[in-house]
């Protein structure tokens, strides 16, 4: 395994934590089963709460194994309500720490950023971790806005 590459033994342990998710009707690797460069879920959108509209929102997860920490990006996308939300953990802002939870929503001209930490360690955790609070919080909060 190379620094800085996608994994597809990782991949396959966070396919699994993407199926366990009950909002969740599909996974598919991107572009392809042959490349697997990173994970698409398609979300069913009578599954979601509240409820949204007729097109499956997507969420997407990124994932490079770069010691000391991992680069990563899940991102939420909802074209029903023109809602983006997502943890990354790369290098982009800096000042908000090593991670940071970013949304956006319809009548929003750019994202809010905020500094966040993940209690679990792993990454299929902390994929848990961010599609608990993903469907459980920042949908019902940040989509009743």
């Not at 499956?56 to 010691?67: D, G, I, M, N, R």
């Not at 943890?87 to 970013?102: K, N, S």
Request: glycine share 4%; with cysteine; proline share 10%.
């Amino acid at each position: 395994m190379n620094p800085g590459v996608e994994n597809p033994a990782l991949y396959r342990t966070l396919w699994d934590t993407l199926e366990r998710q009950a909002e969740i009707i599909s996974v598919r690797f991107e572009p392809d089963a042959i490349q697997k460069r990173y994970l698409a879920a398609t979300v069913d959108p009578q599954r979601v709460v509240p409820p949204t509209g007729p097109d499956s929102p997507q969420l997407e997860v990124h994932w490079k194994l770069t010691p000391p920490h991992d680069e990563f990006r899940i991102d939420y996308a909802d074209p029903n309500l023109d809602f983006h939300c997502g943890w990354h953990q790369d290098e982009d802002h800096d000042e908000l720490g090593m991670a940071h939870f970013q949304y956006q929503t319809a009548s929003m001209e750019t994202p809010h950023r905020e500094g966040t930490e993940f209690e679990a360690a792993s990454p299929p955790k902390i994929l848990w971790e961010c599609c608990d609070d993903l469907f459980g919080t920042v949908i019902p909060e940040y989509t009743a806005l």
